[in-house]
């Protein structure tokens, strides 16, 4: 297969395009320049579109001995994913940047203009397998190592898309496996830190990148029956379940902690209240993708509504409100669930469907 | 008759079969505008230096020696230049010439006169000339005219006499700077026209003949600059020397200090190996220059002709072929095309190219391995979309009719490739 392997600068990127090689495919790699702004030097663990990442990159083509080259998606990426991260912070929501960047750069800007110059897949260094049942039908399914496991921020891009993705580290043993491994191979960024940080959010202050790029926005704190607690910079810094960053001036009746329950962007309020307040045993979401038919009727299911959360028993069911809508049932309950997340929705280790969430109920 | 236009129709088919059969693992290096292969007697002459020692600098013997190649070389490229050899500033290349040249005469000038603080440079200059220029004005308090060109991207000489003739509160003019020949498209310059305009105001002027030298006539005879930038490594000469032709008379202020070599201008210890290489180099092209800038024409039409019958609605950039210049002279290098491919992007034809063995630029800077829009497309009035489409072929030497014909036969497949991948 004629193979485009996206190298970010990093050990996964690099160790994914050579067990790419090694699996016999002619791979070409390609870093995506995805920062308008590329003379600013990131260093460590920050980003994945600094020119020392890029330079990194290259290193490690030559190393294997693969074509490279930088296409420039700067602009689709400041259009999709900067952009709707802009959108859902000033809608009171609460995105994930990486689903998006997954959806609208890796596997669709990326993949499309791949295919269209002759590639037959896009190989990345995500945590995740992708098998082929007997029908050879393919299923998106958890890394062997549940701690990198990247399955959640990929089911975005729905089975058609699979069919073109490659993960080849999805049966790695451990990240320290991928390391030793990127070592042995004489790629320099064996000992690279990972990164963890928004990329295009460069000291990894989400709440200063947000006023820097919507302002200042002031208003009120109320508590759940409408007294004003406190005041804000900006509804669109919160998220739900949020406690930290909270100057409330008067202290709750009962002298509790506090949190986040709900921003309203159109009145531009933060209501906050006890910690109980935050669970909740139902959510709706919207744009669902079904790697299977979506379930008429309820069904069982695990249920993961953040990057690193821990799946929680649930069921789950297509909603009549919407061709692509759904509703989650959660058997214990869960703190904290803001609109604009990602869930995901597991059987086993397989990934039956996801959606974004756009509303909860206790 | 049917059955003849079959066989007709199929005896083309066969034939270009047997060339993208013949092109495949073909190899066919049309980018000689970035750097072009080392002539053989450069090669020999640096083999022969490079095994010597001494520092052309030191009083002993060894020094001599090594001095005597410098000098001896640095007469060569005068010669070849029509300059004189004490006119000659070795530096480390095209980039460091024309930063000393625009620094350098724009420190000298505000020194004379505070007022001169006007830089006049062509708005299709090389970075080179552009960012030392855009530096001074951001850290030193000049000012910048950015001297606009035509739809073929050649400086309108109105344009400089207005600019020149500003009475201006953002100081008088302090130079011009206008390259002899356009590295992106290949446009030549009027640049005795500059030169007269410039001198009838007593404005010093530079010009940038890094692309030009080899293939045009680059005689200070001629065009009485007080500042010409060259470099080896477009003419055959290794990477790493250029010069800057500094007229007698020219004030200028050093960017480079240390031990005072060449003239107190530029220290930095001289590279006795690759100045010569530089002057075998020069002193070959210059030699061969009318029969190659023939031979080179004749390829270039060969290519034109051929990407106009194959993908008729690339858009070549720059004057037509053909088209005469300043006294009658080129409109255009002879060795560079540069089109634009309407719907597709620069990214995907180098792509597509490189894998099908040949070797091309955008023809412009690039950013960490990104291709920017070509400041030199849209100061010749091109969209930033159009100019993403740009795809530059470039040939020299070791060009051959060999070379044109395996491009010729990729391009309408990759240009149709990227055509479906579209603007990303």
């Keep these: 297969m004629r193979v485009l392997a996206a190298l970010s600068g990093g050990v996964d990127s690099a160790v994914a395009a050579a067990r790419a090689v090694d699996a016999g495919h002619d791979v070409v790699g390609v870093h995506m320049a995805l920062s308008r702004n590329r003379d600013q030097m990131r260093t ?28 420039d998606l700067s602009e689709r990426f400041e259009q999709t994913v900067v952009a709707d991260f802009l959108a859902e912070y000033e809608a009171g929501r ?86 030793r491994e990127a070592a042995a191979r004489g790629l320099s960024v064996s000992a690279k830190p990972d990164s963890y940080d928004i990329c295009f959010v460069a000291d990894g202050d989400t709440q200063g990148f947000l006023r820097e790029r919507l302002g200042s926005r002031p208003g009120d704190v109320v508590d759940a029956d409408g007294t004003v607690v406190g005041r ?36 531009n309020t933060v209501v906050v209240g006890a910690a109980e307040l935050l669970t909740v045993h139902r959510l709706t979401g919207e744009r669902a993708v079904w790697f299977d038919d ?47 997340q990602s869930v995901v929705l597991y059987d086993g280790t397989r990934v039956l469907g996801q959606a974004t969430v756009a509303g909860s109920g206790r | 008759m049917a059955g003849a236009a079959v066989r007709a129709g199929s005896a083309v088919l066969r034939r270009l079969a047997a060339v ?46 090594a001095r005597r190649v410098v000098e001896e070389s640095r007469e060569r490229i005068a010669a070849a230049l029509g300059a004189d050899p004490g006119e000659v500033l070795l530096t480390s290349g095209g980039t460091e010439a024309d930063n000393l040249a625009v620094k350098g005469i724009a420190w000298a000038r505000r020194r ?118 060259v470099s080896a490594h477009k003419v055959g000469g290794p990477v790493g020397i250029g010069a800057l032709v500094a007229r007698r008379g020219l004030a200028l202020e050093p960017v480079l200090h240390g031990g005072g070599h060449e003239r107190g201008v530029r220290s930095g210890t001289l590279p006795a190996a690759a100045a010569a290489g ?21 390829l270039c039409e060969r290519l034109v002709e051929g990407v106009r019958a194959t993908v008729p609605d690339a858009v070549l950039q720059g004057p037509r072929i053909g088209a005469a210049g300043e006294d009658g002279g080129p409109a255009r290098l002879p060795g560079i095309a540069l089109w634009t491919f309407p719907g597709c992007d620069g990214d995907s034809l180098i792509y597509l190219l490189d894998t099908a063995g040949v070797r091309c630029s955008t023809g412009a800077a690039c950013t960490a391995g990104v291709a920017q829009p070509s400041h030199v497309l849209l100061a010749s009035g091109l969209g930033e979309e159009q100019a993403r489409g740009a795809l530059r072929l470039s040939l020299g030497r070791t060009s051959t009719e060999a070379d044109v014909d395996h491009v010729l036969a990729v391009l309408p497949d990759a240009v149709a490739r990227a055509r479906r991948a579209g603007l990303a």
């Design chain 2, 20 to 65: 993208s059969s013949l092109g495949a693992g073909r190899e066919a290096y049309l980018d000689h505008a970035a750097t072009t292969p080392m002539h053989p007697l450069a090669l020999e002459a640096m083999a022969r230096e490079l095994t010597r020692t001494g520092n052309p600098s030191s009083l002993h013997a060894a020094g001599r020696a």
């Design chain 1, 232 to 267: 804000h910079d900006g509804a669109y810094a919160y998220t739900v379940g949020q406690r930290r960053g909270l100057a409330l001036g008067r202290p709750a009746a009962d002298g509790r902690a506090r949190y986040v329950l709900e921003v309203q962007p159109a009145t």
């Design chain 2, 278 to 298: 530089f002057a075998a180099a020069l002193e070959a092209a210059v030699a061969s220059r009318e029969a190659e800038a023939r031979r080179l024409e004749g």
């Design chain 1, 94 to 179: 609460t995105p994930n940047p990486c689903v998006r960047c997954n959806e609208h750069i890796k596997f669709e800007a990326l993949l499309d203009k791949g295919v269209a110059l002759g590639f037959d897949a896009v190989c990345t260094g995500h945590y995740a397998r992708v098998e082929i049942d007997d029908d050879g039908v393919r299923a998106l399914h958890r890394a062997r190592d549940a701690a990198k496991d990247q399955s959640y921020v990929l089911a975005v891009m729905g089975p058609e898309r699979l069919a073109r993705a490659m993960f080849p580290l999805g049966d790695a043993a451990t990240k320290d496996d991928v390391r």
């Design chain 2, 112 to 229: 004379a006169d505070p007022a001169a603080r006007r830089l006049l440079v062509s708005a299709v200059e090389h970075h080179a000339v552009l960012d030392p220029a855009r530096w001074l004005v951001e850290h030193e308090g000049a000012s910048l005219v950015e001297l606009p060109v035509d739809r073929d991207g050649v400086l309108a000489l109105g344009g400089l006499a207005r600019a020149l003739d500003a009475d201006d509160a953002e100081g008088a003019p302090a130079l011009v700077s206008v390259m002899w020949a356009n590295n992106e498209t290949g446009a030549v310059q009027p640049v005795r026209g500059v030169v007269g305009l410039a001198h009838e105001r007593g404005v010093p002027v530079h010009v940038d003949a890094v692309q030009s030298v080899g293939t045009l006539r680059v005689d200070l005879q001629q065009v009485a600059a007080d500042a010409v930038s």
């Design chain 1, 44 to 71: 460590g663990s920050r980003g994945c579109c600094s020119i020392e990442d890029a330079g990194d990159a290259r290193r490690a083509a030559d190393v294997l001995g693969i074509p490279y080259y930088v296409w």
């Design chain 1, 294 to 340: 979506a379930p008429r009727a309820w069904r069982e299911c695990a249920v993961q509504v953040r990057a690193h959360g821990t799946p929680v028993p649930g069921r789950v069911r297509a909603a009549s409100t919407g061709a692509q809508d759904l509703e989650v049932e959660l058997h214990e309950g869960l703190r904290g669930i803001a609109p604009g």
